[in-house]
T-cell receptor
């Protein structure tokens, strides 16, 4: 069966520090991968998606970037965090075929102080 | 642009009640519709997925219906339990290859003993 992991689960970082959040998927190959952000009390916002290694598409301009160094690894990064980057970050994977159902990871709670 | 509206925004019911959560969308050109559950501080758990050609899906005490022509979906929960307390999200997938999702704002459900 497929599983999706995210780490860390929680993170507190000072303003201006770098960021690296990791997401890995097991049990499937060549998945579509997604990074979402969910601000407190608000809906989910798609940040990045990837249909293959090294292929990254950005949905909204921001202080963040994404990379996909391996087929089942998706990384969300920032060189200098802003206070407004505080949020709940969710990674998801989808088959990209058929119904394209998406499955979400447990999320990372990021607080920037 | 697809817009998804969920009504009510919050719902509080006594244990044992049957209840209905509503979702409406503006563009009927959808690929599928998913209902997710999100517990506080957690990721999203997929409950049911209805493909665009289907009318309903059932899983245990849950039944989801889809009426594309009227732009509506309902999630029916039978014999509600305190463990059903969570935020329920209605999510639509468009026809793009990467499966971009459009999220409703969610219905916060509280089932009290």
């Amino acid at each position: 069966s497929q599983t999706i992991h995210q780490w860390p689960a929680t993170l507190v970082q000072p303003v201006g520090s770098p960021l690296s959040l990791e997401c890995t998927v097991e049990g499937t190959s060549n998945p579509n991968l997604y990074w979402y952000r969910q601000a407190a009390g608000r809906g989910l916002q798609l940040l990045f998606y990837s249909v293959g290694i090294g292929q990254i598409s950005s949905e909204v301009p921001q202080n963040l970037s994404a990379s996909r160094p391996q087929d089942r690894q998706f990384i969300l990064s920032s060189k200098k965090l802003l206070l407004s980057d505080s949020s709940f970050y969710l990674c998801a994977w989808g088959t990209g075929q058929g119904w394209n159902e998406q499955f979400f990871g447990p999320g990372t709670r990021l607080t920037v102080l | 642009k697809q817009e998804v509206t969920q009504i009510p925004a919050a719902l509080s019911v006594p244990e044992g009640e049957n209840l209905v959560l509503n979702c409406s969308f503006t563009d009927s050109a959808i690929y599928n519709l998913q209902w997710f559950r999100q517990d506080p501080g957690k990721g999203l758990t997929s409950l049911l997925l209805i493909q665009s050609s289907q009318r309903e899906q059932t899983s245990g005490r849950l039944n989801a219906s889809l009426d594309k022509s009227s732009g509506r979906s309902t999630l029916y929960i039978a014999a509600s339990q305190p463990g059903d307390s969570a935020t329920y999200l209605c999510v639509l997938t468009g026809g793009t290859s990467y499966g971009k999702l459009t999220f409703g704002q969610g219905t916060i459900l509280t089932v009290h003993p």
